[in-house]
Nanobody, 123 residues
Framework: VQLQASGGGLVQAGDSLRLSCAAS????????MGWFRQGPGKEREFVAT???????YYADSVKGRFTISRDNAKNTVYLQMNSLEPEDTAVYYC??????????????????WGQGTLVTVSS
């Protein structure tokens, strides 16, 4: 599975941004796609995941501001980010895999990773 992330950029606090992650290859080998992020000097952290069933999961820090969705026909997952805060500044990575419930929010639960896309939120 190959993942291509796009949509990052420089925005101001309060602005919105939408990230996209297009999957190709053996997409049937994964049952979930998600987003993680890694801020300056921080570890990679979970942001959101969507299973092929449509069930979504969010980190508490983004719940209510971010929305993950998918377009099955395009094998693409989106992350709509609203009310962005400087603390959201990070490199955002899309991931795909077969995470179980206990690894859903853990990078080790995902086998495939895209290149990162940088999101910078200025105050």
């Amino acid at each position: 599975v190959q993942l291509q992330a796009s949509g990052g950029g420089l925005v101001q606090a309060g602005d919105s941004l939408r990230l996209s992650c297009a999957a190709s290859g053996r997409t049937f080998s994964s049952n979930a796609m998600g987003w993680f992020r890694q801020g300056p000097g921080k570890e990679r952290e979970f942001v959101a995941t969507i299973r092929w069933s449509g069930i979504t999961y969010y980190a508490d820090s983004v719940k209510g501001r971010f929305t993950i969705s998918r377009d099955n026909a395009k094998n693409t997952v989106y992350l709509q980010m609203n009310s962005l805060e400087p603390e959201d500044t990070a490199v955002y990575y899309c991931a795909a895999g077969v995470p179980i419930t206990t690894t859903l929010r853990d990078p080790y639960g995902y086998r495939y990773w895209g290149q990162g896309t940088l999101v910078t939120v200025s105050s």
